[in-house]
């Protein structure tokens, strides 16, 4: 199972490049996993027209974004339990209230955004992952997503970087 991971699309009014990308990463992945700040409902239509997304709402997705997605979900992929969460919060940072959201959920593997700041590491034996954005890099020097893939009960995550 290879999985492309997204996140804090912030979307405007010229989607272009950031559709491109979803086409191509439908091409090459099975499944499509956007933890939210979308801003924009084209970018959740864009990517419902593919059968295999699943996202979340962020703290900047209002009304009809809300109304479509969750605020958080556990997925099981491979036999791997994925929690997916924004990442937003008011006491803790991203990464510490992304852990603390799944701490009764015994998951493997947590997937959040929230900071634009691409992560990979592991947290109590979680395997933590924040994928940035794709396009609003905010302070990054880089755009960026995840890959993850899951085969034979074997992980392997590659942060994608580009200009």
């Keep these: 199972m290879k999985i492309a991971i997204l996140s804090d699309t912030h979307a405007k009014k010229h989607s272009d490049k950031l559709f491109e990308l979803i086409d191509n990463l439908y091409v090459e992945s099975d499944m499509i996993i956007h933890a939210g700040d979308y801003i924009s409902n084209s970018v ?27 605020e958080k979900i556990i997925l099981t992929i491979e036999g791997y339990k994925i929690g997916l969460y924004h990442g937003h919060g008011n006491s803790k940072t991203t990464l510490n209230t ?6 009764a959920d015994k998951v493997d593997i947590i997937i959040f955004g929230h900071s634009h700041q691409p992560l990979v590491l592991t947290k109590n034996k979680i395997l933590m992952i924040n994928p ?20 034979n009960k074997k992980i392997s995550v590659q942060l994608k970087l580009f200009k």
């Design 44 to 70: 959740v239509s864009k990517l419902k027209e593919h059968k295999n997304f699943v996202g979340v709402w962020g703290n900047n997705d209002k009304g009809s974004i809300r109304n479509l997605l969750k």
């Design 98 to 103: 992304a852990y603390d959201k799944f701490s």
């Design 132 to 151: 940035g954005s794709p396009s609003c890099k905010r302070r990054e020097l880089w755009y960026s997503y995840v890959i993850l893939e899951i085969q």
